[in-house]
T-cell receptor
Framework: DSGVTQTPKHLITATGQRVTLRCSPR?????VYWYQQSLDQGLQFLIQ???????AKGNILERFSAQQFPDLHSELNLSSLELGDSALYFC????????????????FGPGTRLTVL | AQKITQTQPGMFVQEKEAVTLDCTYD???????LFWYKQPSSGEMIFLIY??????QNATEGRYSLNFQKARKSANLVISASQLGDSAMYFC????????????FGTGTRLQVFP
């Protein structure tokens, strides 16, 4: 158990709908990262938050948005869903955002499997 | 741009034998971190081992060791004494060093351990 929790574990919805994925980082971790794992794209970084502020953005679609709340939990909002959005969405957390010359292990949650029908 | 390459889509190994999973990376940065994660069929991502670009010694964690060859830009994972429970997908990843811990992942290698 990594200490990172994600809800829900599974989500089945229809095209055009909107869903919210929730993540609670490990106690004490300030950074939250969202990754998408799909068969055709592999594991891709979406977005990072550090202590409530957006820190880095990857290949995140405009239909997707995220935020980190004062209690450090994070939500990933996916709207106008398409079939191609079906994927496993991971949240990860680490103690701090990386500094040059240092690396911080990221702890992954169990993921939310999203199926868009 | 940083890139991770895993050229082995699948590997087989007999129980109790050692196996090496290949990973090469491309970066122009002097400072970076390399990670290996295991993803069993249940889906979770399990951190295995980390190697920093300035580390002079190869990283080891129990049965896992990382064969780090900086000049060749390779970071191969060696699993000794394979167990049936080692059957999983294995991902090599690199951390972008400046201001973020964003991980860039390779495409993974599926390891199957047989009795």
């Amino acid at each position: 158990d990594s200490g990172v929790t994600q809800t829900p574990k599974h989500l089945i919805t229809a095209t055009g709908q909107r869903v919210t994925l929730r993540c609670s980082p490990r106690s004490g971790d300030l950074s939250v990262y969202w990754y998408q794992q799909s068969l055709d794209q592999g594991l891709q970084f979406l977005i990072q938050y550090y202590n409530g502020e957006e820190r880095a953005k990857g290949n995140i679609l405009e239909r997707f948005s995220a935020q980190q709340f004062p209690d450090l939990h994070s939500e990933l909002n996916l709207s106008s869903l398409e079939l191609g959005d079906s994927a496993l969405y991971f949240c990860a957390s680490s103690v701090e955002a990386g500094l040059a010359g240092e690396a911080t292990e990221q702890f992954f949650g169990p993921g939310t499997r999203l199926t868009v029908l | 741009a940083q890139k991770i390459t895993q050229t082995q889509p699948g590997m087989f190994v007999q129980e109790k034998e050692a196996v090496t999973l290949d990973c090469t990376y491309d970066t122009s940065d002097q400072s970076y971190g390399l990670f290996w994660y295991k993803q069993p069929s249940s889906g979770e991502m399990i951190f295995l081992i980390y190697q920093g670009s300035y580390d002079e010694q190869n990283a080891t964690e129990g049965r896992y060791s990382l064969n780090f060859q900086k000049a060749r830009k390779s970071a191969n994972l060696v699993i000794s004494a394979s167990q049936l429970g080692d059957s999983a997908m294995y991902f090599c990843a690199m951390r972008e060093p400046y201001n973020t811990d964003k991980l860039i992942f390779g495409t993974g290698t599926r390891l199957q351990v047989f009795p």
